[in-house]
């Protein structure tokens, strides 16, 4: 299962209702955050997000509503005396950003910080639980997309057996590992007393800040949730175009070649303080198409 | 007059009910940012600040907690297609810190940006309205005051006789200064006939951070408000001393000894929810104390 929180959802401009990008993907006991506006820090606080567990950052680009809320959260961690390393993954120039305004505070972070620098379509990164690909925009600047693959060998707890041992919570992910689960009595509860082979694996693509691209498509086919930028509404597509944005219409359209189960949209523009239209249109390409909600955590399972 | 609006209070670590430093000060037609902690561009859309009105901005220290919001305020000027000019006082490296960021965007700001490195006490600006200087505070990394002096020869606007003439709102500044309005039909409204004399000019100290040092009294002796940071309470004298901050009653003791007619606090600490005990240990000092609260404007009359 993926979990997906949205803590931003707007576009640059600043809007009294929504704040700039920035999403938290779990995956087991991985939490990544993907890009990390302005004040992510105070949606983490506001829609309880366990910021400490968060290991690797990947920002789209750097554009500010996408990263200015960065170095807030890293200065933070340091703050609280966090020592387990961070890693960011974004493309260049970020090192030079935060190391002059560590420089300028006069400190140095209490942990350990990795900056990996795209440069091109790759994976990212491999862990126990998940896969993370990434692949170009098309964006004024450098920006990249991201694709987060659920890894097809973690078992699924059995919701109607899990309930009879008395196995901590804490304990689920080695559960999803395999791993059978000995109790303090010494007592051996098996591992397929209480999972399922998950024959199903799932993924989740995120396309930040792009026009119109058919060119992604082969990066991000067949995916369970499609999340698409949606700056803009239909009659500004001129707009969209000259200001390397899309509509949501463009989005479903993306959403509809690529085969994917569900589109998000997001990415709204300042000046829409209500957001049903752009779901509105987006429907009337892809039907399953749904406007985000900051706060609001999807579930792909 | 001198407008104060408080738009954050609250030291470095983030807190669900507080923001980090901001504040507005506002005289006649002048409107300076103080300080400029992350999300303070939505307190201001929150504050109904005319943040576009804003033309210099002081910058305390770099510490993250005073200037994260700053890079998100000016590009936002510049989504806005500002051409008005921006004047920043700060200590050294903020240019650098921006022109990074700016580079990075691939962008340039719509409108100049002026970056005036404080190095001594000094009187920093003088407009119509106002004076401000400047003077070093004791902490970890270089960080100043602000004293704001309202200039005696403005003005005052009778509230009585305004009423009696249709003269535009846009048009008081002009009357502060000592202005006739000359109404569209040619008839002319004579200064005195609508103000008085401002026999008394009044002055706003801001202490941003800072351990407890006598050393700044003379630079806001006879303050009419004076703002101290209060980080901590009393029972944590030795925590204030060591992190370079104060407490409640190290500021009310300030305010005290420079004969300050107000004392403000604020930069509470993250782990208190309530503030009412800063307030109460300063007024064991200082009767005239009075915590901040955020989107709250005192006026200095």
């Known amino acids: 299962m993926i979990a997906l929180t949205i803590l931003g959802s707007n576009a640059a401009y600043p809007s009294l209702f929504r704040k700039p990008t920035a999403q938290i993907v779990s995956i087991s006991e991985d939490i990544f955050l993907i890009d990390c506006g302005e004040c992510t820090q105070w949606q983490m606080l506001q829609f309880k997000i366990r910021k400490n567990k968060i290991k690797h950052i990947f920002i789209s680009h750097l554009h500010g509503d996408h990263y200015f809320g960065l170095i807030g959260l890293l200065t933070s961690f340091s703050l609280h ?47 126990n639980y998940t896969t993370i690909t990434c692949f170009p925009m098309d964006h004024k600047i450098p920006c990249w997309g991201f694709r987060f693959f659920e890894k097809k060998n973690s078992r699924k707890i059995n919701p109607d057996k899990i309930r009879t041992y008395n196995i901590p919570f804490s304990f689920y992910p080695n559960l999803q590992r395999g791993e059978d689960y000995r109790a303090t009595n010494g007592t051996i509860i098996k591992n397929e007393w209480v ?83 752009f779901e509105t249109e987006a429907k009337t390409i892809f039907q399953n198409a749904e406007a985000v909600k900051e706060g609001t955590t999807y579930l792909i399972d």
């Open 81 to 127: 005396h966090r020592t387990d390393p961070i890693y960011i993954y974004a493309p260049p120039s970020l090192c030079a950003i935060i190391c002059c305004q560590i420089k300028a505070s006069n400190t140095n972070f209490s942990y350990s910080l990795f900056v990996y620098t795209i440069t091109n379509a790759t994976t990212l990164l491999e862990t």
């Open 195 to 277: 999972t399922l082979p998950n024959s199903s694996s799932h993924s989740y693509s995120f396309c930040g800040d792009t026009r119109y691209t058919e060119s992604i498509i082969p990066f991000v086919e067949h995916s369970d949730v499609l999340y698409h930028e949606s700056t803009y509404l239909h009659n500004e597509i001129t707009k969209a175009y000259n200001r390397y944005h899309s509509t949501a219409v463009q989005a479903a359209k993306i959403a509809q070649l690529s085969q994917s189960k569900k589109l998000l949209i997001g990415h709204f523009s300042n000046v829409f303080d209500q957001v049903d239209l």
